[in-house]
């Protein structure tokens, strides 16, 4: 029997809903916020069974054992999304556009290698296996990675101690949202930028191809966030949000966007 917890909303605390039953497969519960139209499941598991029982590199194996023969991608969004350029850039070069060589805390940092010189490393990972990997990596480089969840680990570093923060693929996994969007607030220095890339839930392509749109992963993936949504949860956090992938936004089928301090908040 799994060990799951019931939820309010991620981004606005609310407890009313409405079901999603088509994205509801097995006993999970992908549900809608009535009052501020979050997609969300509602019956998470524990972080203590995500540690091990659903550690990322085990859920990935399973979901693309399942997906095999499928992409979740239809036809003509693909071709679309060629034209669009829409191909992947070196990702040192894309943080180093942004942090330069200053010091970068990575949530959610798997084996650790997304940050590298001349910037320093900080990692955050749950999984311990990735965790010794990545902590044996930024050592060699100036940093290092706590093992714990996001929401509590990012507590541990200093006020201001970091000019960046990447969360590539990690706030649709994080129950805690607001807790790990605040301490990142506190963690940032205050001309800092956060880099966020979460599934693009309000994409044409989860339109197109439903349940089995590649975005969906049971039961790591716990929020599915809207470019609104999205924005609305980091401005209760005390952010602005600058969408990076303006112009291929409904055609891809992830959202980036750099949040920086509110002034004054
Ligand atoms: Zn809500």
Redesign the pocket.
């Given at each position: 029997m799994l060990d799951t917890t019931p939820r309010s909303?991620p981004?606005?605390d609310?407890v009313e809903t409405t079901p999603w039953t088509q994205y509801s497969p097995d006993n999970w519960h992908i549900v809608r916020?009535a009052?501020?139209d979050?997609t969300y499941l509602s019956n998470p598991v524990t972080y203590e069974a995500l540690e091990e029982d659903f550690a990322w590199e085990k859920t990935y194996e399973v979901k693309k054992e399942t997906s095999k023969g499928s992409t979740g991608l239809s036809p003509g969004i693909r071709s679309l999304r060629q034209k669009l350029g829409l191909t992947h850039r070196n990702k040192h070069d894309k943080y180093r556009l942004w942090f330069q060589d200053g010091h970068v805390l990575d949530v959610g940092c798997g084996n650790g290698t997304r940050i590298a010189p001349p910037m320093t490393p900080y990692g955050i990972e749950l999984s311990k296996k990735l965790h010794s990997r990545a902590d044996r990596y930024m050592r060699k480089q100036g940093g290092y990675c706590a093992h714990g969840a996001g929401a509590q680990a990012i507590w541990t570093f200093d006020a201001g101690q970091f000019d960046g923060i990447v969360m590539h693929s990690y706030l649709e996994h994080e129950t805690d949202v607001m807790q790990v969007l605040e301490g990142a607030h506190r963690a940032l220095k205050d001309n800092g930028a956060i880099y966020v890339r979460v599934p693009n839930f309000g994409s044409i392509n989860r339109r197109v191809v439903g349940a089995k749109w590649c975005g969906f992963r049971y039961p790591d993936h716990v929020n599915y966030y809207t470019l609104a949504t999205l924005t609305d949860t980091c401005r209760r956090a005390g952010f602005t949000t600058e969408l990076v992938n303006k112009i291929a936004l409904p055609f891809d089928d992830n959202i980036t966007v750099l949040l920086r301090k509110e002034s004054g908040a």
């Open positions: 909303c981004c606005c609310a916020c009052q501020c979050m």
